[in-house]
């Protein structure tokens, strides 16, 4: 026995921990940079992904569809995780990471901030590598916010400002001044509660 074991205590391997802990990190990574050929590497041909009733994926394919269609260069987003909870089991892992997201979608006028438990499935594949089986959280919390109440706020950097024009896709650009309506209600401590945001089937996931 090694010092400070405990006879009968279950022992995780160092390594495969480490191992999954990259794989997640490369996974955030890929998600928000939007390289969706290193984000499709992070999972397994059959993966499966469930974030709420409404977002449910039977296969990478589906899963990594999804995400491009609804996470192209109009949104900018950010996942944070941390706290792992790492358990191995030979060839299998489950993986239990807390999640802070931001998604800033300025052809909405909307930023949108939360929190959630990721619950992940690992697996260890032919090549020896670590990849996802199944992920998905549960939210803890979010909140939806009107830029136009941030009179403030610019949006002074955006890298996918610069793809959207070298490939002639036009620039979306939200300030609150393109809103007077909006800003007049501001000014006046008024609230749009009539303003539609897009609801959970449409919203960021990752």
Request: some cysteine; proline content about 12%; overall charge negative.
């Given at each position: 026995m090694r010092p400070g074991e405990r006879s009968g205590v279950k022992?995780?391997?160092?390594d495969d921990v480490l191992a999954i802990h990259r794989l997640k990190f490369r996974y955030l990574r890929a998600l928000d940079t939007k390289l969706w050929d290193d984000l499709a590497d992070t999972l397994v041909?059959?993966?499966t992904a469930t974030y709420s009733e409404y977002l449910q994926f039977e296969s990478r394919e589906a899963f990594l569809t999804f995400l491009r269609n609804t996470l192209g260069p109009?949104?900018?987003t950010e996942h944070r995780c941390d706290h792992p909870e790492i358990d191995?089991?030979?060839d299998r892992a489950t993986g239990i990471w807390y999640l802070s997201d931001t998604a800033l979608i300025p052809e909405n006028n909307m930023l949108l901030r939360g929190s959630a438990f990721y619950n992940d499935e690992y697996v260890?594949?032919?090549d020896g590598r670590w990849r996802i089986a199944r992920t998905g959280y549960e939210r803890t919390y979010e909140v939806v916010l009107s830029l136009s109440d941030l009179p403030s706020l610019r949006l002074t950097a955006n890298r996918w400002g610069l793809i959207q024009q070298a490939t002639g896709v036009e620039e979306v650009e939200r300030v609150p001044r393109d809103y007077p309506a909006a800003d007049a209600q501001a000014a006046n401590g008024e609230v749009d509660t009539e303003r539609e945001y897009p609801g959970p089937e449409d919203r960021a996931a990752g």
């Open positions: 022992t995780v391997p160092t041909p059959e993966a109009h949104v900018i191995v089991d030979g260890r594949c032919d």
